[in-house]
């Protein structure tokens, strides 16, 4: 199983950017499909964004515009770079290798996260 560890997060004002850095213990050329989720306190953890072996990209619609996901498949690494963050983007962010299968995602591991907090 592919282990993978998070970096890049930290403390930003509004408005500000962050980038988000996940490393893979072995190669990811081959995985399915990439994500991103994040974790508010007292709420869900949340599907932020995805990226397949294709290049496909997915993002829910409160970070569409501002976060763009990528892979370097040579690095073995996964982005996520984040623009115009607001107060809502704080959470614990993580990295995680996905199975996505028409509509539907499933979770094969997880990153142990990195916190991301945005000051008003």
């Known amino acids: 199983q592919v282990q993978l560890v998070e970096s890049g997060g930290g403390l930003v004002q509004a408005g500000g950017s962050l980038r988000l850095s996940c490393a893979a213990s072995?190669?990811?050329?081959?995985?399915?499909?990439m994500a991103w989720y994040r974790q508010a306190p007292g709420k869900a953890r949340e599907l932020v964004a995805g990226?397949?072996?294709?290049?496909?990209?997915y993002y829910i619609d409160s970070v569409k515009g501002r976060f763009t996901i990528s892979r370097d498949n040579a690095k073995n690494t996964v982005s996520l770079q984040m623009n115009s963050l607001n107060a809502q983007d704080t959470a614990m962010y993580y990295c995680a290798v996905v199975r996505w299968i028409y509509n539907s995602v499933y979770v094969d591991s997880w990153g142990q996260g990195t916190q991301v907090t945005v000051s008003s």
């Open positions: 072995g190669s990811i050329s081959a995985i399915n499909a």
């Open positions: 990226i397949r072996s294709g290049g496909n990209t």
